[in-house]
Structure formats: structure tokens, C-alpha cells
């Protein structure tokens, strides 16, 4: 009997415990939804992957309430508009068709884009005056291959992106060697990140003496790839890849 009266419980608390885990995941995702602040002049819609996603439907849980709703999204996949796989409760950002409400012309990942995301940049040669390019190639001609392979081993650049939109910039300690031939260009800091009408926003700063961020430059780029392990960004019509880093 009390073998018995034990076993009941360690079972009600394991159903305690689990009842708890379950209403903290429903009062974070209440407690996000609630406090997300929509950019003005952005028409993105914003929510939640349901379950029944499909490659043709989006079952969509909008974070600004209701019941959810469901998005054809056949043209979207056919046109290469669908960043990131789909699972259930992953943030997904959604530019609507403007004819249809029931299409999405795009659909982002939000979840797969946090993280971070690095890139390889390799020295350029200092440029000298009074020393052309073909002298420079004949220096470098004469360097032992141990030291040039060193001295031209590349950088890991790129930004961490948080789920409560800042950014950390990656490559920002390195800093060139006056003494060395060859440099490195300066990696942008990136503080701040939004999903805006379905490009992806960087924004270059700093944080303050007391550490709060200041803004000086915005980077509308546009997504191009994005898988699980790489990404890549068009700016300017220029196109860099990323892959993540653990």
C-alpha cells in the first residue's frame, strides 16, 4: 500500500511538472506576442508556424490574434520565395499578395535567420606610394612560403542576430598591423536587425557609454538562400554568402 501511495506521487508531480513546462512555453510565446512592436510603413504580417504546413499551405498564427490562417504559397515555392523549412512554432515573417489575401508572394523564417553568420575575407596588399602592383607581386614573390601563408590567412567576419533584434558584429578585434604588407577591410558593426516589407535590414552603430544603441546606417539587403546551415544576402547587387557557426 505505501509502495503504492509513493508511485501516485511521483506520478502527479511528473504531471505538475509538465504542466508547468507547458504554461511557461504558452506564457513566453503570449509575452512575445504581446510586447512585438511592428515597424511603421512595414506590411509584413507576422506569427507563428502551425502544424498542416505543407510546400503548397502555410498554416499561419498571426501574432496580432484571431484564429489562424491559411496562405497558398504554390507560386511563392515555384518562384524560389520561401526562406528557411517550415516547423511547427517557428516565426515566420509573410509578405501578402495584393490581390489575394489568401496567396503569399514570400514567406521568411525568422527563426532559421537567428544566429550567427560568418564569412572569410582574405588580405588585400597595401597600396604604397610609388610602388606599382607589379613590384608588389614580385615582394610577395620573395617571402618564405611559411610566412606568406600565414600572413595571408583569412578572417572570420559576420554579425550574431538575436531574437530581440540587436546584432553582434563578428571580426571587430581584428585590427591591421602597421609593420605588415597586407590589410584587411574594416568590418562593419551591425547592432540592430528587422525583417522590413520582406528584405532583411542591418543596421550599422554602436552602443553608447551606458550601452544603449545608436543607429548611423541602414543596409536594405535581400535575402537570397537560406537553409539551415548557409545564407545568402544581396546588397547593392552585390551577393555574399554565409554559412553559421555553432
Known sequence: MRKFALFTIFVVALFMIACNRHSSTVKDTARYMSTFDQLAGDSTLYGLACDGCTDSVLIFLPYSGGDPDTFNIIEAMRNHQIYGSMRVG???????????????????NISRLLGTWCYLVEPKLKNIVGITEEMKQEMLAKIP?????????PREYGFMLKGDNTARPVGTMFTNDRRSPVEFPHPKFYVEWHVFNGDLILCQGFLDSVGHIKVTKYDTTQLVTLRRDTMVLRLNGKEQGYYRKP
Open 145 to 153: 612560403d611559411s610566412v606568406k601563408k600565414k600572413m595571408m590567412m
Open 90 to 108: 517557428d516565426k515566420i515573417a509573410i509578405q501578402r499578395n495584393s490581390e489575394d489575401s489568401t496567396v503569399a508572394d514570400k514567406v521568411i
